[in-house]
């Protein structure tokens, strides 16, 4: 790429226009440097790049200096060649170039030698973006991961064989910003908490998705320059989670309200963003959802999707609480996600047992089952609760449809 | 040095084929190849011409940083705008503004084509891909024939 110099000297200010028949002969691909087009490159899956080799000359050796290497065992027939592909990239490379990012998807459980070899060859080129998705124990993840100095991006979704693997107590990662965490279990101390990201120094982003805290029930996650924090819940893990985060701007949650955040926690939020979404009737889950909303002073902008107004709702007698939050809001998104089919199942059941007669039961029943209950995606009245005390606040109903959803990602 | 930037109220950047586009700064923020030449400047108006980058494809990227460069927009609508933006290209489109986005040196930009490009050329075969970039191979078959074998385990 042109560095400044060589920009400033490619620029004449003094003429001001420029004969086109001078530039018709751009030739677009010969003039792209090999930088660029490793950048190309290096969207595409590790054995596409690779096959670029047999494009000409000019591309025989290209693909030994990528930048990035995206290598997933879905991309090949049998992991048999995928692990050969794999280790015959590594032996190739050119080793003198830094490996800017690695992601490695496997299916299965990993050859602990081949995860060992992976993982010691991005540590030594200086890797700042890895993500590991795979099965395996954790004993298996070479330690060297959690001392990388360049590390700013991790992403570690380890599917667990048996037990979630435990997380370890402590870390050394100085550059790390993103850290990105799947199935893990943080180990409790003595008092029953478990804290384990104190020691990153930098961390920018944090995003949990299904963890648990192992001999515990509280997560505390205390770091001065978090600044967004995402939970995603699938299972039934029941903790707290206490931030001592002051610059937390951005919380998203996603899946089952099993976590509650302690109070306070949240005072300095502005963007809240919640997908909520039940199963099976659990009258936790209304509550704890509630609850993280009684945090939400200083939010200015609150996201929520259909199925987190009906879990909401859930709640008895909602509507006769005062919330002493949501008094600085600006906005209101609603999504309009369709609801699951068990969260459908939830709201009939939860009404029928409030119906008396037998008559009104049955047409309720009917109406479920020909998909026209509950008849109002959003239920009544909830929006106006949530605006009890913003009520200028600026409200958006938005499609969010699979079809739209997908075609923008 | 602050102050001096400030002044600076319109730039004036001139396309290849002559065309004139007047924008703000903030615009041409991403595009490191102009701001480093302003930076060296102390005048209220800037005229920069810019011989690699034809008219139509400046517009097209003037658009994008226009559209990003906004505080107003949401990440949704941004994220709207950049697929229509990549589905209305045809894929010399993509090479050209391509390559200005390298010309130019803006990052971001360059990341984005690059990465509009990678999916076009995802699973399609060599002679598709010599196609779409214009490489005329300079392997006799044989060779070829040759360098497939040698890297036969990414063939499989």
Not at chain 1, 174 to 185: E, G, I, K, V, W
Request: aromatic share 10%; charged share 25%; with cysteine.
């Amino acid at each position: 790429m042109s560095n400044s110099s060589d920009a400033t000297a490619l620029i004449q200010p003094t003429t001001k226009t420029v004969k086109v028949s001078e530039c018709q002969n751009i030739d677009i691909l010969s003039d792209l440097p090999d930088c660029v087009i490793l950048h190309i490159l290096s969207f595409l899956n590790a054995k596409e790049a690779v096959r670029t080799c047999v494009l000409s000359s000019r591309w025989k050796d290209l693909w030994k200096c990528l930048p990035d290497l995206k290598l997933h065992s879905s991309h090949f027939r049998t992991i048999k060649i995928f692990t050969k592909f794999v280790s015959r990239v590594l032996s190739l490379r050119d080793s003198s170039i830094a490996l800017h990012a690695l992601d490695l998807n496997r299916k299965g459980c990993i050859e602990p030698r081949l995860l060992k070899r992976i993982v010691n060859y991005a540590v030594s080129h200086n890797i700042q973006r890895l993500g590991l998705y795979f099965n395996c124990d954790i004993a298996q993840i070479p330690p060297t991961i959690f001392s990388c100095q360049t590390l700013t991006y991790l992403n570690l979704s380890v599917f667990p064989i048996g037990k979630r693997p435990f997380f370890p107590k402590s870390l050394n990662l100085p550059a790390l910003t993103t850290f990105h965490l799947q199935n893990f279990a943080f180990c409790a101390d003595h008092d029953g908490r478990a804290e384990p990201f104190s020691d990153l120094s930098r961390l920018d982003s944090l995003v949990l998705c299904d963890c648990s805290v192992r001999d515990g029930i509280f997560l505390c996650i205390s770091s001065p320059t978090l600044v967004n924090f995402t939970v995603r819940s699938r299972f039934y893990d029941f903790y707290e989670i206490e931030l001592c985060t002051p610059s937390l701007v951005s919380f998203a949650f996603i899946g089952k309200p099993c976590q509650i955040i302690s109070r306070s926690s949240l005072s300095s939020v502005k963007y809240v963003d919640i997908d909520a979404e039940m199963l099976d009737m659990d009258t936790k889950h209304p509550l704890i959802l509630l609850s993280s909303l009684l945090g939400l002073v200083n939010t200015k902008s609150l996201t929520v999707t259909a199925s987190t107004l009906q879990v909401l709702s859930l709640y008895p007698d909602l509507f006769e609480i005062k919330l002493p939050s949501l008094g600085n809001l600006k906005s209101l998104k609603v999504k309009m996600k369709p609801l699951s089919y068990e969260l459908r199942k939830i709201l009939v059941y939860t009404k029928l047992q409030k119906i008396k007669s037998r008559k009104e039961a049955a047409e309720l029943e009917k109406a479920y089952k020909a998909g026209l209950e509950p008849s109002s995606i959003i239920p009544e009245g909830i929006v106006e609760f949530l605006l009890q005390n913003s009520p200028s606040a600026e409200v958006d109903i938005v499609d969010w449809s699979w079809s739209n959803a997908h075609s923008i990602t | 040095m602050a102050a001096e930037k400030s002044s600076i109220k319109i730039i004036t950047l001139i396309a290849a084929d002559g065309s004139v586009f007047e924008v703000e700064p903030n615009i041409v923020k991403e595009m490191k190849t102009v701001q480093s030449y302003i930076d060296e400047l102390d005048q209220n108006t800037v005229s920069i011409p810019l011989p690699n980058v034809f008219g139509n494809d400046l517009a097209m990227i003037i658009e994008y940083c226009k559209k990003h460069a906004s505080e107003e927009e949401t990440k949704e609508a941004k994220e709207e705008f950049d697929f229509e933006f990549v589905k209305r290209m045809k894929s010399d489109d993509k090479l050209r503004l391509l390559q200005a986005a390298s010309y130019l040196n803006m990052e971001s930009f360059l990341q984005f084509m690059a990465k509009a490009i990678a999916a076009e050329i995802e699973n399609q075969s060599v002679e598709f891909v010599r196609d779409y970039f214009q490489i005329e191979s300079d392997f006799t078959p044989e060779e070829e024939a040759e360098l497939r074998k040698e890297n036969e385990w990414a063939f499989k």
